[in-house]
C-alpha cells in the first residue's frame, strides 16, 4: 500500500510538530511543516512539478 503523503500547514510550530509526530506514527509520510497558506500553495506547485 502507497503511504500518503502530507503537507502539514499550522502557524503554531509546537502545534505542528505535534501533528507531524502524530501522522507519522500512524504511518503518513509528513512532507513539511509550513506556516500559511501561501506557502503551502507554493510547496504543493513545486512538489508536482517534480512529480512528487
Not at 22 to 50: D, E, F, N, P
Amino acid at each position: 500500500m502507497p503511504q500518503e503523503k502530507i503537507l502539514i500547514v499550522e502557524d503554531e510550530a509546537i502545534v505542528a510538530e505535534d501533528i507531524a509526530d502524530s501522522l507519522r506514527s500512524l504511518g503518513y509520510v509528513v512532507v513539511g511543516v509550513v506556516a500559511s497558506y501561501q506557502v503551502a500553495v507554493k510547496h504543493s506547485r513545486l512538489a508536482r512539478a517534480h512529480g512528487c
